[in-house]
T-cell receptor, first 115, second 111 residues
Framework: DTAVSQTPKYLVTQMGNDKSIKCEQN?????MYWYKQDSKKFLKIMFS???????INETVPNRFSPKSPDKAHLNLHINSLELGDSAVYFC??????????????FGPGTRLTVL | GNSVTQMEGPVTLSEEAFLTINCTYT??????LFWYVQYPGEGLQLLLK?????DKGSNKGFEATYRKETTSFHLEKGSVQVSDSAVYFC??????????FGTGTRLTVIP
């Protein structure tokens, strides 16, 4: 019944490694997002994506790349992990792209720790 | 630009106390406003929202009114419970591609 799910919940890895976080939504939504929550709980958008358009936050390093095999999935791939990438990453989805009234539904988060 | 300012936490209250968490915003266009809650170890859940001026969002005893004249969306609850302990985020959406979040306010309710 989980609307937005993410795996893994926890991810501990070494600097320099490449890792992926998976996200799936069963809400039939057209748009998915990735947010990063830092150690002070501040949330910032990384990407938004629907089947037509990828919007990248320009502050996101190009080591981060979203990959969407289909409308229900948006995975986050990270190359050459750095210590500063340690954070909680949240996936979210909404019905449409660009509608201010639309509610975003969030996954449970993936806590990434880079050693 | 678009931004949200929330009162600094943490906030500690006794059970049954009155809660206010202040939120003000700046926005281009006409935003919708949201309160999300993050319980310990969990993801964000929508608590309530309002999509136009003077709308009141409410859920689980929480309320917030969209005040365009003061650009505010303060969260209130008349009587908090221990189970309300969480981090509360105010957010806005102007029809761009993402939510703009405040910094979050941690609420702890003690018995």
């Amino acid at each position: 019944d989980t609307a937005v799910s993410q795996t893994p919940k926890y991810l501990v890895t070494q600097m320099g490694n490449d890792k992926s976080i998976k996200c799936e939504q069963n809400l039939g939504h057209d748009t998915m997002y990735w947010y990063k929550q830092d150690s002070k709980k501040f949330l910032k958008i990384m990407f938004s994506y629907n089947n037509k358009e990828l919007i990248i936050n320009e502050t996101v390093p190009n080591r981060f790349s979203p990959k969407s095999p289909d409308k229900a999935h948006l995975n986050l791939h990270i190359n050459s992990l750095e210590l500063g990438d340690s954070a909680v990453y949240f996936c979210a989805s909404s019905q449409v792209l660009g509608a201010s009234t639309d509610t975003q539904y969030f996954g449970p988060g993936t806590r990434l720790t880079v050693l | 630009g678009n931004s949200v300012t929330q009162m600094e936490g943490p906030v500690t209250l006794s059970e049954e106390a009155f809660l206010t968490i202040n939120c003000t915003y700046t926005a281009t266009g006409y935003p919708s406003l949201f309160w999300y809650v993050q319980y310990p170890g969990e993801g964000l859940q929508l608590l309530l929202k309002a999509t136009k001026a003077d709308d009141k969002g409410s859920n689980k005893g929480f309320e917030a009114t969209y005040r365009k004249e003061t650009t505010s969306f303060h969260l209130e609850k008349g009587s908090v419970q221990v189970s309300d302990s969480a981090v509360y985020f105010c957010a806005l959406n102007v029809g761009a591609n993402n939510l703009f979040f405040g910094t979050g306010t941690r609420l702890t309710v003690i018995p």
